[in-house]
């Protein structure tokens, strides 16, 4: 007897709500390229990253969906969802807002 497996077409979208002081943000690509389109490399020594903030705590002020922050390179916690990389992180380790 075979039993069949039935897919849901229906695609499951996952997102975290963070809590207090948390903030989850999408890092960015390691490569960045300039308005003049000159391409820099992340270097291995590199301290800091950048990223999108996708959600923010009830307690986080001065983060906001949308806006591209910086923040050290190992900070917070990593987290794989939905097929994306994510970092939970306390607003205390958001650097600076990036305007471009």
Known sequence: MVIGVLEDP???RLTLE???DFVVVEPTDEEAETRAGLIIPASA???CRSGI???AGP???GAAPGEKVLFPKDAG???RLGG???KVLRRRDLIARIHD
Do not use: G, K, M, S
């Open 18 to 20: 963070p809590l207090d």
């Open 10 to 12: 229906r695609p499951v």
């Open 59 to 61: 307690d986080a002020d």
């Open 84 to 86: 994306t990389n994510q």
């Open 45 to 47: 020594e590199a301290q």
């Open 77 to 79: 916690y990593d987290v």
């Open 53 to 55: 903030v996708l959600a």
